[in-house]
T-cell receptor
Framework: DAGVIQSPRHEVTEMGQEVTLRCKPI?????LFWYRQTMMRGLELLIY????????DSGMPEDRFSAKMPNASFSTLKIQPSEPRDSAVYFC????????????FGSGTRLTVV | EDQVTQSPEALRLQEGESSSLNCSYT??????LFWYRQDPGKGPEFLFT???AGEEKEKERLKATLTKKESFLHITAPKPEDSATYLC???????????FGTGTRLQVFP
């Protein structure tokens, strides 16, 4: 298995532009999580899905952020409009409920908003 | 509110110098405590899961232990390749999400 695949690896965009981050979870995993990592705040959970349904989006910073999971093999995190304070590394992770090894993370997308 | 605090923030060790990393937590019913390793430019990589106080897990030079309020990651005779950020996370009973600490950045030099 190729693991959790995220794209792009790096994204540089101007303030006000729309940004879309993509994630392909491990086949057979029924949970998908979006995290954001910064030096100051560490890893913060933004939203997670179970069987493609959003379960908890309480970590989504504001209405500028949205996430979708149209099928079991694909998810997107969209920021519109983007702001410099959104600059961070965004991780996607997937898991199977009840499995003791927690999540499997992707390699992340480093977002820079200038 | 579930919370995880890790200390120290950074640790520099000489190769072979054993030490411990601390993870203090508060959670409304612990379902599991997780340790991850993160290398620069990569996502966190799973190391251990601990479920109950008194439990221990080992992998090569690493041993994780758990009490009712904290977990320790003991590193015995570390090597430079053990240099990484070590993250601790907890999962409560009524949730599927992990709450992470901010990590301990470990540097082991020859």
């Amino acid at each position: 298995d190729a693991g959790v695949i995220q794209s792009p690896r790096h994204e540089v965009t101007e303030m006000g532009q729309e940004v879309t981050l993509r994630c392909k979870p491990i086949s057979g995993h029924d949970y998908l999580f979006w995290y954001r990592q910064t030096m100051m705040r560490g890893l913060e959970l933004l939203i997670y899905f179970n069987n493609n349904v959003p379960i908890d989006d309480s970590g989504m910073p504001e209405d500028r952020f949205s996430a979708k999971m149209p099928n079991a093999s694909f998810s997107t995190l969209k920021i519109q409009p983007s702001e410099p304070r959104d600059s961070a590394v965004y991780f996607c992770a997937s898991s199977i409920q009840g499995v003791s090894y927690g999540y499997t993370f992707g390699s992340g997308t480093r977002l820079t908003v200038v | 509110e579930d919370q995880v605090t890790q200390s120290p923030e950074a640790l520099r060790l000489q190769e072979g110098e054993s030490s411990s990393l601390n993870c203090s937590y508060t959670v409304s019913g612990l379902r599991g405590l997780f340790w991850y390793r993160q290398d620069p430019g990569k996502g966190p990589e799973f190391l251990f899961t601990l479920y109950s106080a008194g439990e221990e897990k080992e992998k090569e030079r690493l041993k994780a232990t758990l009490t009712k309020k904290e977990s320790f990651l003991h590193i015995t005779a570390p090597k430079p390749e053990d240099s990484a950020t070590y993250l601790c996370a907890v999962q409560g009973y009524n949730t599927d999400k992990l709450i992470f600490g901010t990590g301990t950045r470990l540097q082991v030099f020859p």
